[in-house]
């Protein structure tokens, strides 16, 4: 294997992941990171770096290939470094469709405060947000303030501008969302639906136990 080659793979990876349009090339991100790890794992030479790992990581939960992230992370060769168990334990809410914890853990990536790491972090954030805002408005003719902001893990206020965004009425402390376009890869699965139904009522029976 060529050095120069993992070299210039790791330098393409590191270059894409500062690109404004980060967001609409998870995919090349995904398939460099994936001719790279073969690449290294070809030959004897030092395995791919744990910050590729990472990315590589981060890229397939952005995605939602959930099934692919959960491999990927059983053939790590150290599950230490670069924020992994951070990461892992977003790709485990997911996988358990926990909003309230997937926000939790997206936050305490944040925190971790990986250098070069924050333009794919905030992609990943935003695919968990839209994603539950999709079921929202598939879901939801209207539903508590609060509760939307919870959902979305965001601050009221937040919230509020999230829906003047997606241009979803606000009236008092009531919100009623309107349907947002999905792409052809983003599937509304039944399950999901009662997930964040549960989820929701939840949240509104917490805010009734506190009047």
């Known amino acids: 294997m060529d050095p120069t080659s993992t070299a210039q793979l790791g330098a393409r990876i590191g ?123 598939r879901a939801y003719s209207n539903l508590p303030l609060d509760s939307t902001a919870q959902a979305l893990g965001l601050s009221v206020d937040e919230a509020v501008t999230f829906c003047v965004q997606h241009n979803w009425r606000v009236e008092q402390n009531t919100v009623f969302p309107s349907p947002l376009p999905s792409s052809p890869s983003v599937a509304i699965e039944l399950d999901q639906l009662q997930h964040l139904s549960s989820y929701i009522l939840h949240l509104e029976q917490r805010s009734i136990m506190k009047v």
């Open 15 to 137: 270059a894409l992941c500062a690109a404004a349009n980060l967001h609409e090339r998870l995919g090349e991100l995904v398939n460099l990171c994936e001719e790279l790890e073969l690449l290294t794992l070809s030959t004897s030479v030092a395995p791919m770096a744990v910050e590729h790992y990472a990315r590589f990581l981060i890229a397939l939960l952005a995605l939602r290939r959930l099934d692919e992230a959960r491999h990927l992370w059983k053939r790590l060769p150290v599950k230490n470094g670069a924020g992994l168990p951070q990461i892992w334990a977003v790709g485990q809410a997911l996988w358990k469709r926990d909003i309230v914890q997937a926000h939790a853990a997206v936050g305490a990536l944040v925190a971790v405060a990986l250098e070069g790491f924050a333009p794919l972090v905030a992609v990943l954030k935003h695919s968990i947000q839209h994603s539950t805002a999709l079921l929202i408005s």
